[in-house]
């Protein structure tokens, strides 16, 4: 176990590291290492969260590493959290059963909501209008429409609303894109998802009457599933890579493992279309952990495989056409298979080296504090979250449908 001089100890090295390399950084790279860099700046900063449950907590605890930050009020339906969440703060947090009470506090700056999908929309456009800064969890909004109105909202307000989509923070992830988008592997013609594991996504609850409020993820009301509770991570990366949104998706989806009254599909498969031919594919299957949480981007020079950990670059065997110079320069040709050519690779790739390994989470909750003390305009902005949204709420009617549908461009 690392002791806390090694702790502080390393992080005093990673604002060494990261300070260096925004100087040396141009652009949007360098505003994007200027927003992940550690925070010495301890000016107050009030914080309400609406959702203390699970992935609630895991970012209160986050905020909290920051310099300044102090997690002021709390709302949720289910009492118990904020008992949970006084443990994380090491303080009672003044707490709400209705999150309108939270928004009304003068003592809030800023509101993270990490409530189920299914109230995003609703509970990010009131923080919004209530004049707050605004961290709100991925997937955006549960309808076109409603992402749509967080959109006019978020560009109307002089406030900060960022979307957790913390992977545009993962300095591995940045290094690698930013590689890609400069050419090093040829132009990304297809990008492939895998999201894949061996657990049922149900949790234990205390009582019957809590099963829909415990496991929202599984029904219709509150959760699209697979797709927007995973999915939405990996589409958002296809979206930065390729550089535009989808203009259609086509999905299917089943339950086969789990037959315990669940709603939402235990394994999805999606393929959205992409300007000029481009392909994005998911898979996740909730049975069988083979390949486990993963990306490949395939170019016409190389590849680029993408985890929570690392990011690691292979590169094509150069391709030579023979010609016989008996036969008039008539190209050689054989069968159309060979097993050497079509072996998976097994060599090692090139991996990308970063200053940081740091948490995605940590990075992103620390941006969107250094937005609301600077103004500054967050990575992970409204029409990220829009864009991504797009891909998850169409792909989500296409498996109803069982039909390619079309996705409305960005806005």
């Known amino acids: 176990m690392m002791d806390r001089r090694s702790f502080l100890h390393g992080l005093s090295a990673a604002a060494i590291a990261i300070s260096a390399n925004a100087q040396s950084l141009t652009g949007s790279d360098a505003e994007a290492a200027r927003q992940i860099a550690p925070i010495h700046d301890a000016t107050p900063l009030r914080l309400g969260i609406i959702g203390p449950g699970s992935r609630g907590k895991e970012l209160a605890r986050s905020f909290l590493r920051v ?26 947090v003044p707490s709400h059963a209705d999150y309108r009470a939270l928004l009304d506090r003068k003592d809030v700056d800023a509101v993270i ?9 609703e509970q990010v456009l009131a923080a919004l209008h209530a004049e707050k800064h605004v961290y709100g969890e991925k997937t955006m909004a549960f309808t076109v429409e409603e992402s749509a109105k967080i959109v006019q909202a978020a560009t109307a307000s002089p406030r900060i609303f960022q979307v957790g989509h913390q992977y ?6 940045r290094a690698a894109l930013a590689r890609v988008q400069q050419g090093e592997i040829g132009d990304v013609t297809h990008i492939i998802g895998y999201w894949h594991r061996n657990n049922s996504w149900r949790r234990p609850v205390p009582q ?14 509150w959760s699209l599933g697979l797709l927007a509770e995973l999915g939405s991570h990996h589409m958002d990366i296809a ?6 949104t989808p203009t259609a998706a086509l999905a299917s989806g089943s339950i086969c493992k789990y037959h315990d009254g669940r709603e939402t599909d235990d394994n ?31 170019g016409t020079k190389g590849s680029l495989n993408l985890t929570l950990e690392d990011a690691t670059f292979y590169y094509e065997p150069r391709q030579v056409t023979r010609v016989d110079p008996s036969h008039d320069g008539a190209a050689i040709t ?24 740091e948490d995605p989470t940590s990075a992103a909750t620390r941006a969107f504090i250094y937005c609301c003390r600077t103004g500054t305009h967050p990575i992970a902005d409204v029409h990220v979250g829009y864009g991504s949204a797009l891909c998850v709420i169409q792909s989500n009617q296409a498996r109803l449908d069982r039909r390619e549908v079309a996705v409305p461009p960005a806005l």
């Open 334 to 357: 054989s069968a159309s298979y060979q097993a050497s050519g079509e072996m998976p690779y097994r060599g090692p790739g090139h991996a990308v080296e970063v200053t940081t390994a």
């Open 168 to 173: 545009r923070y993962s300095p591995w992830i």
């Open 239 to 244: 979206n930065w890579a390729f550089g535009a």
């Open 67 to 92: 310099p300044g930050v102090r997690i002021t009020a709390a709302a949720d339906v289910y009492a118990p959290r904020f008992a949970e969440l006084n443990q994380v703060c090491g303080y009672d």
């Open 208 to 221: 019957p009457s809590l099963e829909r409020l415990i496991n929202w993820r599984l029904y219709n009301q």
């Open 113 to 121: 909501v990490a409530t189920p999908f299914g109230l995003h929309g």
């Open 268 to 298: 999805v498969q999606a393929v959205l279309s992409y300007p000029g031919g481009k392909r994005f594919i998911f898979s996740s299957i909730t049975d069988n952990s083979q390949l486990g949480d993963q990306l490949w981007l395939y």
